[in-house]
């Protein structure tokens, strides 16, 4: 299995502009986790889902950002408009089931917004 | 106060000592912990699970204490490899909330 694959691996944007981030889980997974990272907040929870349905957005900052999973093999978070602190490393996880199994990561997003 | 707090470091320890983190989670509904490992640059990868016995895996042995509320990672005789951030891990529900790592750095 190729693991979570998240694209694009870098992006650098101006301020105001709109950002997608994408990314494919592991087949037959269940659960799908955006996080995103930085140096003084680290792993923040942003939106996860379960059988392509959001279960819990609470940690989405703003209504700038939105995530969607269209299917059970995609899914993706959209920053519109984008600013600088929105400037981190973009995370997209799955699992099979939530409860005491492993999250696989994908390699990240780092996103740039000048 | 973080929902997962731990110790940022850095530490930086001799080949072949032993480390040991500590971490410390402010729920007590958080039913299960994990230690995860993030290499520079790269994505998390799960390093344990922590059981309330303690568990041991190789070098490495994780020790929870629910009544404190604290997790632990000791690291036996430390390789250069084990330089990494190590990211410490509460599951409340469906929710995984991580700490903020603590940065190991192992010395030759």
């Known amino acids: 299995d190729a693991g979570v694959i998240q694209s694009p691996r870098h992006e650098v944007t101006e301020m105001g502009q709109e950002v997608t981030l994408r990314c494919k889980p592991i087949?037959?997974?269940?659960?799908l986790f955006w996080y995103r990272q930085t140096m003084m907040r680290g792993l923040e929870l942003l939106i996860y889902?379960?059988?392509?349905?959001?279960?819990?957005d609470s940690g989405m900052p703003e209504d700038r950002f939105s995530a969607k999973m269209p299917n059970a093999s995609f899914s993706t978070l959209k920053i519109q408009p984008s600013e600088p602190r929105d400037s981190a490393v973009y995370f997209c996880?799955?699992?099979?089931?939530?409860?005491?199994?492993?999250?696989?990561f994908g390699q990240g997003t780092r996103l740039t917004v000048v | 106060r973080k929902e997962v707090e731990q110790d940022p470091g850095p530490f930086n320890v001799p080949e072949g000592a032993t480390v040991a983190f500590n971490c410390t989670y402010s729920?007590?509904?958080?039913?299960?912990f994990f230690w995860y490992r993030q290499d520079c640059r790269k994505e998390p990868k799960l390093l344990m699970s922590?059981?309330?016995s303690g568990n041991e895996d190789g070098r490495f042995t994780a020790q929870l204490n629910r009544a404190s509320q604290y997790i632990s990672l000791l690291i036996r005789d430390s390789k250069l490899s084990d330089s990494a951030t190590y990211l410490c891990?509460?599951?409340?529900?469906?929710?995984?909330?991580f700490g903020t790592g603590t940065r190991l750095t192992i010395i030759p």
């Open positions: 889902f379960n059988n392509n349905v959001p279960i819990d």
């Open positions: 922590v059981y309330s």
């Open positions: 996880a799955s699992s099979l089931v939530a409860v005491n199994t492993e999250a696989f």
């Open positions: 729920n007590s509904a958080s039913q299960s």
């Open positions: 087949s037959g997974h269940d659960y």
């Open positions: 891990v509460a599951l409340r529900g469906e929710k995984l909330t």
